[in-house]
Structures are given as structure tokens and as C-alpha cells.
């Protein structure tokens, strides 16, 4: 493992515990060179009550790649469709150590209009 995703891995520990103590619903999003995944964990973390990535189909349709703000952005609102559909509301934002900027924000923004809180 890289120094880098390490110190990465480390922000992100810190962060799930304060969410933890919050007691809310996380929404974590997990960034890699190709794909963009986000998924709505139950406030003990035990379960996954919604999920959206840029290799599902109804989220692919008519992007170029699923690695730009674009593809982000379409993520963002199908997580917040999905989990209103689940009946969750507010949540806790667990960007997992990444910076909050580019694709990271657009999904974040997305989710946001789309009608979740956090």
C-alpha cells in the first residue's frame, strides 16, 4: 500500500468515528483512476440500504467515461433518489480522505440538490 493512500486510509479512520458518533446514516464514496462508487451505510455501519457506481447501466447510459464530474454528478442524484426511496433523509458526508474538490464535490452537490441533507 502507498504512503499516499495510507495517509488517505488515515483521515478517513478519524472521520468514520466522528460519524459514528453522530449516530446518522453515511454516505461514503470511494474514488479510483476508472469509477466513481457511493454507497448509504446504516448508522451502526452494519448495512448497505443504498448504492449507485459509474458501472451500472441506467447510471452509464450516455456518458463518455465514468471517471469525469459528469459521470459524479449523475451518481450524486441516483444515490439521493435511492435513498429517499429508502426513506433516508439526512446523512452524515464520508468523502473517505479525499479532498473535497472535482469529482468528490460533484457528487456531494448532486446528492444535495437531488434532496438529501448533511
Same mark, same amino acid.
Given at each position: 500500500m502507498s504512503i499516499k493512500n495510507q495517509?488517505? !486510509?488515515?483521515?478517513?479512520?478519524?472521520?468514520?468515528?466522528?460519524?459514528?458518533?453522530?449516530?446518522?446514516?453515511?454516505?461514503?464514496? !470511494?474514488?479510483?483512476?476508472?469509477? !466513481?462508487?457511493?454507497?448509504?451505510?446504516?448508522?451502526?455501519?452494519?448495512?448497505? !440500504?443504498?448504492s449507485a457506481n459509474t458501472l451500472q447501466a441506467d447510471v452509464k447510459e450516455g456518458l463518455k467515461n465514468g471517471k469525469n464530474s459528469d459521470a459524479a454528478t449523475r451518481v450524486g442524484k441516483i444515490i439521493a433518489e435511492r435513498a429517499k426511496a429508502a426513506g433516508i433523509e439526512k446523512v452524515a458526508f464520508d468523502r473517505s480522505g479525499y479532498r473535497y474538490h472535482g469529482r468528490v464535490k460533484a457528487l456531494a452537490d448532486a446528492a444535495r440538490e437531488g434532496g438529501l441533507q448533511f
Amino acid at each position: 500500500m502507498s504512503i499516499k493512500n495510507q495517509a488517505r !486510509l488515515r483521515r478517513a479512520k478519524s472521520t468514520r468515528a466522528h460519524i459514528r458518533e453522530l449516530g446518522v446514516p453515511r454516505l461514503s464514496v !470511494l474514488r479510483t483512476g476508472q469509477h !466513481l462508487y457511493a454507497q448509504i451505510f446504516s448508522a451502526d455501519g452494519s448495512t448497505v !440500504l443504498a448504492s449507485a457506481n459509474t458501472l451500472q447501466a441506467d447510471v452509464k447510459e450516455g456518458l463518455k467515461n465514468g471517471k469525469n464530474s459528469d459521470a459524479a454528478t449523475r451518481v450524486g442524484k441516483i444515490i439521493a433518489e435511492r435513498a429517499k426511496a429508502a426513506g433516508i433523509e439526512k446523512v452524515a458526508f464520508d468523502r473517505s480522505g479525499y479532498r473535497y474538490h472535482g469529482r468528490v464535490k460533484a457528487l456531494a452537490d448532486a446528492a444535495r440538490e437531488g434532496g438529501l441533507q448533511f
